[in-house]
């Protein structure tokens, strides 16, 4: 009976501890997939030829003569949509249409002075292209068709007048034409919503399309590409067909929110067309490709990380960790000989213990702050350095974060070298010293490695200590250890409280943290491979 | 062959340490997590421009800024707000002289979830809401829904426009939200129905709705002409006027270029003059 109830709880332990570890890999399933899975679609996936156009200005890369082929072909299909607008465009916006009208008139002005005519014919000319101004003027602002109409018929009655002929006043019936054909379909009183709904279609499809070719070069990169991805696109095309408002159903009650196609604030006008032609003609004009762009690894980036990769922030996360490991390795190792191999456990010790086990529950932005204070204001100055953050300062305070991990690991592995290699050696008639480098040393190295593989995984995901003391969001790669870094953790935590374009590429925010988790797994496992070597040397493998 | 790796890896790493090259010019730039995308659009400009120059952009809030002029560790200080007495006073102590240069106007836009039917608060309404006076939307003509207040946290340049403005001296209820930024009181808001909360005008988009205060929405020419109660100027500080010629010059007198407020512009705040 006795048996059986041993028996059984057995079971129920081995069935509770698989069921724990079955969890637990679950959980790290579920948070890491996602992560990883979106990272990816940093590398890959289906870029729009804004994005081979913003790869060949910005980085340099590509195949010229493929891209002007294809620019030419989506060119052919966007053109119908820029002219429709500037079209379009032109005639409800009153304001500038005068002023063209008012330049008009002036340049006609100066036209007669230098015809030198008799005064009182240019007398007539001037108030009668001034009469035109006005009339045009009135139509212009107007809302009233019959008011338009009667304004555009008194000035296209001076169309034929023999004086304008051939002159630069011409022009001002041209414009009238124009407009009173225009205005045919467009409600006129409308017209101000209509300028509001039309700059609202034209600054989704620079997002999709990228800028309008006549007009000028934004300023910004970040403004002068389309959507470079399909699925981006895909979602503005979105934004641009359906219209979303939140309209009020019943008083006290929240607002709902209602789609309504975009295509009807546009109802009767030539814009309306667009929308389908657009739907429809999407690939055409962004010819989406398959794209695996390895580069993203290499590529530094804009400001914001909206285009490029995060070349300088793996450089400098590599970088801080090698350099601190430089310092962690003989410090770490020093101490944890100390610790191990002095005679008796005295006071001094037992403070010394004390203090690492301290250290090693310090939250990391105490550290960053010591950094601050002690390595960057005072440490490297006193050694004529310039007293600025930089990747010395931020190695050196990422080291004194993790000496506690490193010193404890270290001083367990040097423990466990049985005391018979040290008493064969000391027999031998080594000395101390000799005895520690080439005989205890060599064979506490796994373990010790144990405590480089910690501390690695603690350095290269920190982000408080180094805040202050050497990481930037934005800048250059890394020239000497004197110039402080971009670097991954400090990257990701920009990203999500800089900007607010982080929202808008949320693929690079997933690229970064999935590289950094990855870097951090790799850098891992090759300490881990580097351990089972050594370890199998030691055993005479 | 491991002994020899090792010892490669070290020598190259102190070649890479001591690798002090020729002196370049370098800025460094550190402060305010508002005015920081500005400061990064500028270096892109720069970049361009001047590409053997060095600027290096780090955002740690506006207090931090400050403390990094006067501790000089950088050139020049981002703040969303004007130096406090104690951090100039500080700042002259050790000789340096902080010297400001308004370079964008920023207007504290307040937004709530779009489906929120209220379009207008007053300071005194904001005033009630963040002390805790007023609970439900019910009170201000809204749906009866709970209010959730979020804010900025305390050491935001924001926060202290936010709480100069419209809590005066008083204190802010406990029951208040606090985050740490831009994105984050914008994507709180966006979620949550009957949240409230501020962020500067370059956040304000589709997602979200933005206020009217006192009857006034904020816009490029409410914002840079005043009439919008909740507007401030943001600064670069250095540490006496750049002398001329100097990039950090430049780089201070950039905003008043065509491009330097077609840039500010596009970042979604509102240039100082008009072009």
């Known amino acids: ?17 698989v069921l724990s570890v079955v969890v637990l890999v679950a959980i790290l399933a579920v948070i890491l997939t996602p992560i990883l899975w979106k990272g990816f679609s940093a590398v890959v996936f289906t870029g729009t030829i804004e994005f081979r156009k913003m790869q060949l200005d910005l980085f340099n890369r590509g195949d010229i003569d493929e891209l002007n082929k294809e620019n030419a072909r989506s060119q052919l299909y966007r053109k119908k949509i820029y002219d429709t607008i500037d079209r379009f465009k032109q005639n409800i ?22 015809k030198n005519m008799p005064g009182a014919e240019y007398q007539q000319l001037r108030s009668l292209s001034r009469e035109i101004r006005d009339k045009l003027q009135i139509a212009f602002n107007s809302s009233n068709k019959k008011i338009v109409d009667e304004n555009i018929k ?20 041209a414009i009238a034409e124009n407009f009173a054909a225009d205005i045919k379909n467009i409600d006129l009183a409308k017209r101000q919503e209509y300028a509001y709904a039309l700059k609202e279609f034209e600054n989704i499809t620079v997002k999709l399309l990228g800028y309008n070719p006549s007009t000028p070069v934004p300023a910004l990169k970040m403004n002068r590409y389309g959507a470079t991805r399909l699925n981006i696109a895909k979602k503005i095309l979105n934004q641009l067909l359906l219209l979303e408002k939140w309209e009020q159903t019943s008083p006290g009650k929240p607002m709902v929110k209602i789609s309504t196609p975009r295509a009807r604030l546009f109802a009767g006008t030539e814009i309306e067309p667009l929308f389908d032609y657009i739907r429809d003609n999407i690939d055409e004009m962004l010819i989406p490709k398959r794209t695996f762009y ?22 400098g996360t ?6 601190s490991m430089v310092f962690i390795f003989p410090i770490g190792i020093i101490s944890a000989a100390y ?21 090693a529950g310090v939250p990391s932005i105490v550290f960053g702050l010591f950094g601050l204070a002690f390595f960057v204001l005072y440490l490297v100055p006193l050694f004529g350095g310039p007293s600025k953050p930089c990747i010395l300062t931020a190695a050196l305070t990422l080291a004194a974060l993790t000496l506690p991990v490193m010193i404890r690991a270290s001083e367990e592995a040097i423990r466990s070298v049985p005391q018979s290699y040290k008493e064969a050696s000391l027999g031998l008639g080594a000395g101390k010293l000799r005895t520690f480098i080439c005989v205890i040393l060599p064979a506490a190295l796994p373990g010790i490695l144990t405590g480089i593989i910690l501390s690695i995984s603690r350095v290269a995901g920190e982000t408080a200590p180094i805040l202050f003391t050497g990481a930037i969001a934005f800048g250059p790669m890394p020239k000497n250890a004197f110039d402080p870094t971009c670097t991954l953790s400090y990257g990701s935590y920009d990203i999500a409280v800089g900007d607010r374009l982080a929202s808008l590429v949320p693929h690079n925010q997933y690229g970064m943290v999935a590289t950094l988790i990855t870097l951090v797994f790799c850098l891992n496992i090759a300490a881990i491979i580097m351990r089972a070597k050594i370890s199998r040397k030691l055993k005479g493998q | 062959m491991k002994k020899n790796l090792f010892t490669m890896v070290l020598v190259l790493t102190a070649v890479w340490v001591c690798n002090l090259s020729a002196a370049e010019k370098t800025l460094q730039i550190e402060g305010s997590t508002t005015v920081g995308p500005i400061a990064d659009a500028f270096t892109e400009a720069f970049s361009q421009a001047y590409p053997d120059v060095k600027i290096t952009v780090t955002k740690n809030g506006s207090g931090n800024g400050a403390a990094a002029l006067v501790d000089s560790r950088c050139d020049i200080a981002m703040m969303s707000r004007f130096m406090k007495l104690d951090e100039f006073t500080a700042s002259v102590d050790k000789g340096i002289m902080p010297v400001a240069h308004a370079i964008a106007m920023d207007g504290i836009c307040i937004i709530v979830h779009p489906s929120n039917p209220v379009t207008e608060l007053s300071l005194a309404q904001l005033h009630d809401i963040f002390t805790g006076a007023v609970k439900n939307w019910k009170e201000l003509g809204g749906p009866d829904m709970p209010i959730v207040a979020i804010s900025r946290d305390t050491s935001s340049g924001t926060y202290e426009t936010f709480d100069h403005f419209v809590m005066r001296k008083d204190k802010m209820d406990a029951s208040i939200e606090y985050v740490s930024s831009n994105p984050q009181v914008h994507s709180r808001v966006k979620t949550t129905a009957g949240a409230i909360g501020y962020v500067g005008v370059g956040f304000l988009d589709a997602e979200v709705k933005g206020l009217k205060v006192n009857g006034i929405m904020p816009s490029k020419q409410t914002v840079a002409g005043g009439t919008y109660p909740l507007s401030r100027p943001l600064f670069l500080f250095t540490n006496g006027y750049p002398a001329l010629g100097t990039i950090s010059h430049k780089f201070c007198t ?19 003059t008009k072009y």
């Not at chain 1, 590599?318 to 350099?323: D, G, I």
């Not at chain 1, 610790?339 to 250290?359: G, H, Q, V, W, Y």
């Open chain 1, 1 to 17: 009976m006795r048996f059986i109830i041993r028996h059984i709880t057995d079971k129920i332990f081995t069935a509770l501890t």
């Open chain 1, 93 to 114: 916006d009153a304001e500038t249409l005068c002023d063209k009208a008012a330049q008009i008139c002036r340049t006609f002005g100066k036209e007669l002075q230098r």
């Open chain 1, 154 to 173: 008194d000035v296209l009655k001076y169309k034929t007048d023999i004086r304008f002929k051939d002159t630069s006043a011409a022009e001002l019936f």
């Open chain 1, 294 to 315: 390895w580069q993203y690894l290499i590529d530094s980036s804009t400001p914001g990380h909206y285009f490029g990769g995060v070349g300088p922030e793996i450089l």
């Open chain 1, 318 to 323: 590599l970088l801080l960790t090698l350099a």
């Open chain 1, 339 to 359: 610790l191990a191999e002095c005679p008796s456990d005295n006071f001094i010790i037992k403070i010394i213990r004390m203090a690492i086990n301290t250290l």
């Open chain 2, 254 to 272: 950039f905003y008043l270029t065509e491009k330097g407020q077609e840039i500010i512009e596009a970042k979604g705040f509102v240039p100082v």
